[in-house]
Nanobody, 121 residues
């Protein structure tokens, strides 16, 4: 059974930074693609960033150059460092895991419960 747990969300002012953590149990993340998605009420889950099992990373255009995804295999953890945050980054952020990387939420089998990020103007 794969379990994912996100942490690190909170309230931050525009221009600030947060680091989200996705911790996994039941599956080694170093042979998985791990992605971050976000969702606001009434909207579909939106792709944010992904790291493939070969450590290839890619980002949504809206967060490129502001967010960085990385992994710590020893801790079986993936991080999302978010900088220069904007009010439009406000959402619940989810991590997701599967074998192959994808920008599409439907392609991920395992999901965490999410962590709220709120950016005030």
């Amino acid at each position: 059974q794969v379990q994912l747990a996100e942490s690190g969300g909170g309230l931050v002012q525009a221009g600030g930074s947060l680091r989200l953590t996705c911790s996994a149990s039941g599956r080694a993340l170093n042979d998985s693609a791990v992605a971050w998605f976000r969702q606001t009420p009434g909207l579909e889950r939106e792709f944010v960033a992904c790291v493939s099992w070969t450590d290839f990373t890619f980002y949504a255009d809206s967060v490129k150059d502001r967010f960085t995804i990385s992994r710590d295999n020893a801790e079986n953890t993936v991080y999302l460092q978010m900088s220069s945050l904007k009010p439009e980054d406000t959402a619940v952020y989810y991590c997701a895991v599967d074998r192959a990387y994808s920008r599409k939420a439907r392609n991920y089998s395992y999901w965490g419960q999410g962590t709220q990020v709120t950016v005030s103007s």
